[in-house]
């Protein structure tokens, strides 16, 4: 394959012509549809929910089906009962480089808490949530005292959110969006199921967004050829399905949106493991023209905004972006976070200042998501629920 660089290879995509022996055509054509035995499980099968587990561990396998940042899965339980349990930030799973601050990681607190709350309402359970249970929390005291303790409380009748079905099919959709442009009314619907509670939702239309596709562009380009922020997503890229069942974690050119013979393409002739060819300027441009191209793809950008940027904000900006991203998923839309330009390294300060020049003091964007739409489908992974368990 050396006839050819990486990026022009990807370019080709679907239209090359790319000659493939017939098991490597079926195992392309059988990876297109089909959820793959390494993927996410569904949370919520009936099956689980009926089974013998506890009641916490049942809250915690769905609380982990959660958005969280590159799908570190940074969380780690103390059990105290059959119906509660302690939640701390896994200090082994970290993004020191991108996150300098630890403030995704916090948003991920959120994001697992909120979805634990509202799955745990599908087997009738109401989650009883305290934040900080140990007291005043500076980012010192990341992975040694707990953000949250979970009393599970059963409950003869509850409320069940109608979000709270979209837990399962819940996901980031980094593919080309399809179709119209999101209104006001598309946004509105959204807003209303969502429903968040501690945070500002704000829409932007496609139309007023030339600027903003711009500036998120300019703040990838700024990661990509920014060296340690690279590097952090190729610790954390998992190449091929071994790698995927082996971890658990991570993200993936799957991930990313890119499936069918693209990903079979790229990850059978281009993405060979190791720090070179990551760093590659082919392999940076290709990622880049992919990134630009699904910018350019959305129809509507959304963002969740605090008056404080503290780690009780974090933490209550996470439950209201899972809200989102269910009420997205409900609303029959798809999501993708831009975390890029709201990042706190140095290489990212001017870019940042720039996009959040019109803020009041103490405002965060928390969160910066593109809108569309997507029939992609991809269950990114999770580690088994005993993994994240303090013994
Ligand atoms: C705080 C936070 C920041 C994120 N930032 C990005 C981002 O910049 N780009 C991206 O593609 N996904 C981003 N994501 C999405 C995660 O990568 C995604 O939730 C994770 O890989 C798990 O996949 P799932 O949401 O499909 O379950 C972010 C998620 C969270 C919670």
Redesign the pocket.
Known sequence: MNFMTRKKFLKLGLASGAVLTVPQFLQYCSSVETRKYYE?KDPLDPTFLSGSESPILKAIRIGI???????IQPWKFKILSEDSALLYVDDTRLLKETDPPFR?VH??QG?FLEVLSLGASRFGYKAEISLFPEGKYTTKDVGKKPIAKIILKKQDAILVEPISLFISE???K?SIYEGEDLTEQDFSAIRKDANIRYSELGFIPKSQSETLRKQVVSAMNVETYTYPKYEESRIWFRYNDSEMEKFKDG?SMR?FGVSGLRNFVARNFFLTPGKEIWHSDDNKKGGMDIFASQVESSKGFAFIKTSKNEPLDWVQA?RD?ARL?LSVTKNGFAL?????ILQEFPEMKELRTQFESSLKPGEKIQ?LVRLGRSDYR???PRRDVQDFILR
């Open positions: 996410r089906s959660a958005p969280n940042p590159h799908n995704q948003i991920g994001t819940r996901a980031t980094r993200i991930g996470g972006y991203h993708h976070p831009l975390s890029q969160m991809f269950f990114s």
